[in-house]
C-alpha cells in the first residue's frame, strides 16, 4: 500500500468519525424536540416560520469554509421538516393551475421530499384546506395586479381559524423551479412572530374608493413603510373597497400606528385586518462564502 493510500484510508475514518459525530448530534436534536412537542402538545398547529427562518439567518452569519451556505441550508430545511412530521399532521396544499407547475417546486424545496402534499386548481380550495385544517400549510401566488383572482380576499377575517401569510417563497435563492422568478406565498393559521427582517400585510376595508397615493401619505404620515398595494372592489360585498398593503417591518393588530391609521383615513374605513407576513427570505449576500458582509448586517 503506497502512502498516498494510507493517507486515503486515513482520511475516509476521520469522515467517518465525523458522520458518527453527526449522526449522534442528529438524535440528540431530535430527543430536545421531543421535550418541545411535549409542551406544545396541545397546539393545534406547531409550526413556527419565524423560529425557522432564525435558525437559518444565524446559520449563514455564523458559517466559515468552502460547504456551499444553499447546500447547507437544504439540509437544514429537511431537518426543520422532518421534526415537524413527528410533531403532529403535516400536509401541504398547492395550488397548481397546470399552466405553472413552479408553485409544486416551491412548495417541495420548502417543506421536504417527503411531506403529503396536494395539488388543487383552485386558490380557494387552497385557503380552505388549511382553514379547515385538511392541510397544515397552503401554498399560493404572491399576489400582484395581473392576476385575475385575488385569493388574499379569503383571508380578510378576524375568525381565529382563518389563516394567514406566514412565509415567503423561495426562502433559500436559486431554487430549481419550472419557472423562473415566480414567488409564492404561505398560509397557516398562526401568528407571525418578530425576527428583525419582517415584512407584514394589511387588508384595510374603506366604503369607498381611497387611491393609492392618499393611501401613500397616510401610511407615511404615521411612520409605517409601504412596499406595495393591491385592491379589491365588490360593489355587492359591503363596504366595498379592499386595499391589500405590504409593508416594511414587523406590525401586530394592537400596533398604535395602526390605530393611527385609521384615524388618519377617516370615517370611511371600516377596519385594518393583519393578515399576517413573513420573514425576508435568504438573498446573495446571506449565501456569499464566508462571514455576512457589513452591508448585510447594516440591511437586516
Not at 67 to 77: D, G, T, V, Y
Not at 167 to 180: E, G, M, V, Y
Not at 197 to 210: C, G, H, Q, T, V
Not at 282 to 291: A, I, Q, Y
Request: net charge neutral; proline share 6%; hydrophobic share 35%.
Amino acid at each position: 500500500m503506497t502512502s498516498d493510500e494510507e493517507k486515503l484510508l486515513k482520511l475516509r475514518g476521520e469522515i467517518d468519525t465525523i458522520d458518527n459525530a453527526i449522526h449522534d448530534l442528529i438524535m440528540r436534536r431530535t430527543r430536545v424536540i421531543e421535550g418541545v412537542c411535549e409542551i406544545k402538545k396541545d397546539s393545534t398547529v406547531k409550526i413556527r416560520p419565524s423560529r425557522e427562518a432564525s435558525i437559518l439567518y444565524r446559520l449563514c452569519e455564523k458559517h466559515t469554509g468552502h460547504f456551499p451556505k444553499r447546500e447547507l441550508c437544504r439540509i437544514w430545511r429537511e431537518l426543520i421538516v422532518a421534526t415537524l412530521s413527528f410533531e403532529g399532521p403535516f400536509s401541504v396544499a398547492v395550488f397548481d393551475p397546470g399552466d405553472t407547475p413552479g408553485y409544486w417546486d416551491l412548495a417541495r424545496d420548502q417543506y421536504g421530499t417527503f411531506t403529503p402534499m396536494q395539488r388543487h386548481k383552485s386558490a380557494r380550495a387552497v385557503v380552505e384546506e388549511v382553514r379547515k385544517l385538511q392541510a397544515t400549510v397552503g401554498v399560493l401566488p404572491f399576489p400582484s395586479h395581473d392576476q385575475a383572482d385575488s385569493w388574499w380576499k379569503f383571508l380578510v377575517s378576524e375568525a381565529p381559524e382563518t389563516p394567514k401569510v406566514i412565509a415567503r417563497l423561495p426562502f433559500i435563492p436559486n431554487s430549481n423551479t419550472h419557472d423562473k422568478d415566480l414567488d409564492a406565498l404561505v398560509i397557516c393559521p398562526v401568528s407571525q412572530e418578530k425576527t428583525g427582517r419582517d415584512r407584514s400585510f394589511l387588508a384595510i376595508e374603506s366604503a369607498e374608493e381611497i387611491g393609492s397615493m392618499a393611501m401613500e401619505r397616510a401610511l407615511s404620515k404615521v411612520q409605517i413603510s409601504n412596499i406595495s398595494q393591491q385592491v379589491w372592489h365588490d360593489p355587492n360585498r359591503p363596504p366595498g373597497w379592499t386595499y391589500l398593503v405590504e409593508i416594511l417591518g414587523f406590525i401586530q393588530p394592537s400596533d398604535e400606528n395602526l390605530s393611527r391609521l385609521k384615524e388618519e383615513l377617516g370615517t370611511r374605513v371600516a377596519r385594518i385586518i393583519g393578515l399576517g407576513g413573513y420573514s425576508t427570505p435568504l438573498d446573495k449576500l446571506d449565501l456569499v462564502e464566508g462571514k455576512i458582509p457589513e452591508e448585510a448586517r447594516k440591511r437586516k
